[in-house]
């Protein structure tokens, strides 16, 4: 476990009458094909799934109720965490049969609801949020619903979230090349149930389209929960591996590191070999192997990779069982479970390679010398 900072505050008070439900159903198609096998938030990140250090947060926070709104590979989430007890927390589970957006996932979970209120949470997304600040915000301000809402450099990217003085919201804005505030909705609500409750149900329904501006045109109040805290969606290859670098180098907060915030972050039964060089937060995994020469920077390597002598590894994923060849070069790649990289390769710039394909020694690259 992390230690420190970075571990959060196990046992904190329990935040009053109120759940935690987590959005896990998504199939996490911009992760392809990482998530042909795998849920997203099951996807080793930092050595454990992703879900396990947002549980990690939830927990440290007081929340002790906790239902997962699952719906694809939704038997795994239970396989793995099962009711919780392991973890310090109570889970329930829902499945969502036919998706039914963020709005319709959330009224899918009502029924399984004990507080007043629940704090609604994005699956991928990694924060630093102060989820205690946050749900106090929400009490002192009697909200009926209030998001965290962060500032990023270039809003035109992002449907934007303008508030007043007060902190109350004000519009729900498109993307578009003049957005009228670098606030961006960040994925983490708090919801009187009885709003909640409110949301049709069975139905596909979208919180930023119908939810949130309905509730505007009805008067209700909407408040805005503003920070400058580590934020991250995890929905890309290169968001992925830059957040489970940020997780073990300690940038990003947990308190479900299975080792100690450094370089690198080692996994029991992975061999790397002491003239290779394994940087930037990467995360080798069980069974993995470094060879002789090796570089692996800002990189996860999954169970049983390995990284033959000379070869070169940067902000990549390398699939369980994958092999990258000697004096190959993969850099911001994906490569899938059980492929063969041959020697002397060269992937770059974003290429995806799916699980189990064959790629000859020096047969793919992108500089004239071989």
């Not at 505030?181 to 909640?196: K, P, W």
């Not at 169970?303 to 699939?319: F, L, M, N, T, Y």
């Amino acid at each position: 476990m992390a230690t420190g900072a970075n571990r959060g505050t196990p046992g904190a008070q329990p935040l009053a009458d109120t759940d935690a439900v987590v959005l896990v159903g998504g199939q996490g198609t911009r992760l392809r094909p990482l998530t042909l096998s795998t849920a997203k938030p099951m996807l080793p990140t930092a050595g454990v799934p992703f879900l396990a250090h947002l549980l990690s947060r939830i927990r440290a926070a007081g929340l002790n109720h906790v239902v997962l709104g699952t719906s694809y590979r939704a038997e795994t989430f239970q396989e793995y965490f099962g009711d919780g007890s392991r973890f310090g927390i109570e889970i329930d589970y829902v499945v969502e049969e036919t998706p039914l957006g963020t709005g319709g996932a959330i009224r899918n979970v009502a029924d399984r609801l004990r507080g007043s209120t629940a704090m609604i949470f994005n699956g991928d997304i990694l924060s630093g949020v102060d989820l205690g600040a946050l749900w106090r915000t929400h009490r002192e301000a009697a909200a009926d619903v209030t998001l965290h809402l962060v500032r990023v450099p270039d809003p035109r990217r992002f449907g934007s979230v303008p508030t007043d003085l007060f902190g109350r919201v004000t519009a729900f804005v498109e993307k578009s090349d003049d957005p009228p505030t670098d606030q961006i909705n960040a994925g983490c609500y708090v919801f009187e149930r009885s709003v909640l409750e409110a949301i049709p149900a069975g139905r596909v329904v979208s919180v930023e389209r119908e939810t949130f501006p309905g509730l505007l045109a009805a008067g209700a109040h909407l408040h805005g929960y503003v920070d400058a805290s580590y934020w991250l969606d995890l929905g890309t290859p290169a968001a992925f591996v830059r957040g489970s670098a940020d997780l073990v180098q300690g940038l990003a907060p947990t308190a479900a590191l299975p080792g100690a915030v450094g370089v690198a972050l080692t996994l029991p039964g992975a061999v790397v070999h002491p003239e290779s060089v394994v940087e930037g937060g990467s995360t080798i995994g069980p069974g993995a192997v470094v060879g002789e020469g090796a570089r692996v920077d800002g990189s996860v390597l999954l169970d049983g990779a390995e990284i033959a002598p000379g070869a070169q590894v940067v902000r990549s994923v390398v699939g369980r069982e994958a092999v990258i060849g000697a004096g190959a070069v993969v850099t911001d790649a994906v490569i899938g479970d059980g492929v063969r990289v041959g020697a002397r390769c060269e992937l770059i710039g974003g290429i995806r390679v799916w699980p189990q394909v064959r790629i000859p020694d020096g047969s793919v690259r992108f500089s004239a010398d071989v």
